[in-house]
């Protein structure tokens, strides 16, 4: 079988335990195991300009997957990262235009950056290697690689949403990004809805022409599939059980019969956060029942501390927080705990055990793995209840949570006071029908399907272009 090679913005490199990675990364390092492979990106380090050398990359060899690294200077990360992956792009694929920041420096510095990965690429490739690139990061990777006359198989698969043509085709470069796009031989989609939205943008472009799942547009042909992304939820159970460490005793005991909800996320507008704590109020506003007995905990770990949208939701919270907690709250009790803090992922996974409701309430989400690891986390027997947000890829599958509108407040409320007096027995049963959506939809099952979808593209779809 060809060798699998791997293209990321961030790459993980291997630290010897299996349990403290991630799940995406996890079924990308068993995916390039299988047929020995190459993960190739972005080590997270920042060179003072001037200092990068274009041959420097860290090659590292271990458990048969060969790493290799490199840094970005300071202008590079500025431009292509800060500026347009994450002021442009994040932005407008989780619909919020008026955050978009566009400057053609940095749209420039954004393609100057992926041609250079695509060149620094080239030395290691083998002619029937098969490249999988993942992300918003590398949208124009593909057409770089082809300009330097790479025929290998190229797929991609964005993790995020992809918005609709009207959102879409604001962005000034949105006719370069689609040619692009084009470039690659299999687009994959979190949802069925992501694929559409873009399908429905190159229509708008160009005239398309589908058959299937295989489409001819600007002069190439390429297929797309939808492959929602899963975890591996016996790992997750695995971590959740057990003894506790000795603060979370504490916790449960200080938490007597109180039932304790829970939220946990980066910090990022697109998570709803600040319509999640309103929705909170209007519970403890309009059913005063539960006041006293209940506790929220919100884990906010910063992210891209240094853009300023999420210094302004950080200040947000914190003042949300302090209000609603010196409206509600008494000299016994906390109504609401917000964390900018980061937490082990094993301890969180306990800490989902331990709690009666997770609310996962994203504004956009191209999937949300923290529903499924909460899904995943809780106790067969007494299990806690998610509400998650219709806007979430993840909705599409677990629709046995309690589904709801982040943006009506009071629907949220309403579904909270449910969650709260829900019996054991429909708890159960909700849980039952989400663990058999996990187990089926794993993290295995992702990656297998879109590599063998990647893999049987056929020679005449990939030289028509």
Same mark, same amino acid.
């Given at each position: ?25 996890v ?13 190739y990106?972005?080590?997270?380090e ?7 050398? =274009? ?10 997957i060969?790493?290799?690294s ?7 990360? &500025? *431009? ?7 002021a442009?792009?994040?932005p407008a694929?989780h619909?919020r ?6 400057q053609?420096e940095? /749209? ?14 080239l030395?290691l490739l083998?002619?029937?290697d098969?490249?999988?690139i993942?992300d918003y990061h590398?949208?124009?990777f ?11 198989? @190229?797929?991609f #698969? +964005? ?9 879409f085709?604001?962005?000034p ?8 796009m084009?470039?690659y031989d299999?687009l ?9 939205? #873009?399908?429905?943008s190159?229509g708008q472009?160009?005239? *398309?022409v589908?058959t299937?799942?295989?489409?001819q547009a600007?002069g ?10 899963? @975890? =591996?939820p016996d ?5 959740? =059980? ?6 979370m005793?504490a916790?449960?005991k200080?938490?007597?019969?109180a039932?304790n @909800?829970?939220?946990?996320?980066? +910090? ?5 956060l600040?319509?999640r #704590? ?5 519970l403890l ?16 770990p910063t992210?891209?501390g &240094? ?15 302090g209000?609603i907690?010196g409206?509600?709250?008494? *000299?016994?009790?906390t109504p609401l705990?917000y964390?900018?803090?980061? #937490? ?14 997770g ?12 529903a ?5 986390a809780?106790d067969?027997d007494?299990?806690?209840?998610l509400?998650l ?12 949570a309690? @589904?709801?509108?982040p ?6 409320a309403?579904?909270l006071d449910?969650?709260?007096t829900?019996s054991r027995?429909?708890?159960?049963s909700?849980?039952?029908?989400m ?6 939809? &794993?993290?295995t099952? /992702? ?9 049987a593209?056929?020679?005449?779809q990939r030289?028509?272009?």
């Open positions: 079988m060809s060798r699998l090679v791997v293209v990321s913005n961030r790459i993980a490199l291997p630290t010897g335990s299996k349990s403290s990675a991630g799940g995406l990364t079924g990308i390092v068993d995916a390039l195991k299988t047929t020995g492979g190459l993960w990106g972005w080590n997270g920042i060179n003072e300009i001037g200092e990068e050398d =274009e041959d420097d990359l860290a090659m590292l060899d271990h458990d048969g060969t790493y290799a490199f840094g970005l200077d300071q202008n590079d990360y &500025d *431009l292509y990262y800060l500026q347009f992956s994450n442009v792009l994040w694929f619909y235009l008026d955050l978009v920041n566009f053609r940095a /749209w420039e510095g954004y393609c100057r950056v992926n041609t250079r990965l695509a060149e620094r690429l030395p083998q002619p029937d098969v490249l999988w993942h590398l949208l124009p593909a057409a770089e690689l082809r300009k330097r006359g790479v025929t290998n198989r @190229i797929g #698969f +964005l993790h995020i949403p992809f918005p609709t043509p009207e959102i085709n604001a962005l470069p949105h006719q370069e990004l689609l040619a692009m084009c470039e299999l994959g989609f979190q949802t069925d809805s992501d694929r559409s939205a #873009f399908l429905d190159v472009l160009t005239p *398309l589908s299937d799942n295989v489409h600007l190439h042909t390429f297929s797309t599939g939808v492959y929602p992304i899963g @975890i =591996e790992s997750i159970k695995q971590m959740a =059980e057990g003894p506790l460490p000795p603060k005793v916790m449960k200080d938490l007597g019969d039932k @909800i829970i939220a946990c996320e980066r +910090l990022d507008y697109s998570k709803g600040p319509e #704590f309103l929705a909170y109020e209007a506003e309009h059913y005063p029942q539960h006041r006293g007995n209940i506790r929220y905990s919100q884990i906010a992210s891209r &240094d853009v300023q949208a999420y210094q302004d939701i950080r200040h947000q919270l914190q003042t949300e927080a209000r907690n409206n509600y709250g008494t *000299l016994g009790w705990y964390l900018n803090q980061h #937490f082990d992922r094993r301890l969180l996974m306990k800490i989902f055990r331990l709690t009666d409701i609310l996962v309430t994203p504004l956009r989400d191209g999937m949300n793995l923290v499924k690891e909460y899904v995943a809780q067969p007494d299990p806690g209840v509400i947000s219709r806007f979430a890829g993840a909705a599409n599958e677990l629709t046995a309690l @589904i709801v509108n943006y009506d407040r009071d629907e949220v309403a579904a449910q969650a709260l829900m027995t429909e708890r159960i909700r849980y039952n029908d663990m058999a959506v996990l187990r089926r939809n &794993d993290i099952r /992702w990656r297998t399907d879109y590599l063998q979808d990647l893999r593209v056929n020679a005449s030289s028509s272009g």
